[in-house]
């Protein structure tokens, strides 16, 4: 029986029917209300609660600091001020061309499609961006195109968002045949981290859209520790496993998550056994209410060197910080050797 394969109706069924009340997760969780529940109602006023059920099961129950808990649960201290974390660290208003285009680097730019997650992180740097204004719409794509057309070092186009897989198959693929059209757009790359939290996303007719495109695709997952990657997990993301297609993994730096070499070292052992090649390794960028995720930078350089000299170099995820109006993201570690 191929259990793996799944049908459109799953997912949709799991995405109307997430979970966004603080309450309901602390008891599913049988967690103590007492120090968390005044706090994570306040802080998801500001940033709303929202976590798929099969997420929910990887978190072990009773553990206020699970790891999973940690990057899902509003918490008070995100209401916490701190100077230097900011609305919009990476200035990004301004980087935004047309509608739903957002071109800081030369090859390549990133397009958003939706503004939704399946998942909200509590450290992401997208938390306040203002989406819903900024969304292309079908008749903007003649001016994408002509955009694009006018630019011939373009040749690769990244769905990011918000998270392009809460689209359905039948939006994605009107997405799809448009980037396709144009010749000179040899690579479609898609940032997402719908499949590590839902993972029945990967649908048979996602999967057949991507195999049978005329685009090398690249899959970027976001998956920051490896109990994120449960056995059906990786048999969903193995299913994807195909001559046309490539995954990476990007993940954050995270205090209290994936704050020590042996975490990362597991982790990117276990997007190995998913066919999947650690990318970057992000340090968080200063946005308003992540504060208490942050990790000092000579902590975070040697927690770095301990992972490189534990795992083979197609292991390592090049660490990186993304620095408002650099052409590139920045390497951190060994950067003078550049
Ligand atoms: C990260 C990012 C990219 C992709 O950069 P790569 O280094 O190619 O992964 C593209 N555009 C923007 C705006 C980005 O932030
Ligand atoms: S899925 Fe990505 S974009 Fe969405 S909240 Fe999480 S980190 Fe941010």
Redesign the pocket.
């Known amino acids: 029986m191929i259990n793996y394969l799944y049908q459109e109706q799953n997912w949709k069924t799991e995405l109307s029917n997430l979970i966004t009340d603080p309450n309901e997760l602390l008891d599913e969780l049988s967690l103590s209300k007492d120090q968390l529940l005044s706090g994570s109602i306040l802080a998801s006023e500001a940033f709303k609660l929202r976590v798929p059920r099969s997420f929910v099961q990887k978190i072990k129950k009773g553990d206020a600091y699970d790891p999973l808990l940690l990057q899902i649960l509003p918490h008070h201290l995100e209401l916490e001020e701190h100077a230097g974390y900011v609305v919009d660290p ?1 200035g990004e208003e301004e ?1 935004n061309q047309l509608p739903g285009v ?1 071109h ?2 030369k090859s ?3 397009l958003t499609l939706t503004g939704a997650c399946a998942v909200h992180c509590r450290y992401c740097f997208r938390r306040h961006f203002p989406y819903q204004e900024n969304l292309p719409k079908n008749q903007d794509w003649e001016n994408i195109k002509q955009y694009i057309e006018a630019r011939p070092e373009i040749n690769e186009i ?1 769905l990011s968002g918000g998270d392009p897989l809460t689209l359905t198959n039948q939006k994605l693929s009107i997405w799809l045949k448009r980037i396709e059209s144009i010749e000179q757009i040899k690579i479609l790359r898609i940032h997402s981290r719908t499949p590590i939290v839902l993972p029945s996303r990967i649908d048979n007719e996602f999967t057949y859209l991507l195999k049978n495109s005329r685009l090398r695709i690249i899959l ?1 997952l976001h998956c920051n520790h490896e109990n994120e990657l449960d056995d059906f997990t990786v048999s969903q993301l193995k299913s994807l496993i195909h001559p046309n297609i490539m995954m990476f993994n990007q993940s954050v730096i995270l205090k209290g998550v994936n704050d020590s070499a042996q975490t990362l070292v597991n982790l990117s052992y276990r997007l190995f056994d998913a066919h999947i090649i650690p ?2 390794l992000h340090v968080l960028d200063k946005v308003k209410g992540a504060h208490h995720f942050d990790l000092d930078s000579e902590y975070i350089e040697s927690i770095y060197t301990e992972v490189l000299a534990n795992l083979p170099g197609y292991l390592v995820p090049k660490l990186v910080r ?1 620095i408002a109006g650099e052409r ?2 920045t390497p951190i570690y060994g950067n003078s050797m550049a």
Do not use: S, T
């Open positions: 990476l980087a957002l800081k680097y390549r730019f990133l990244i970027v990318y970057y993304e590139n993201k």
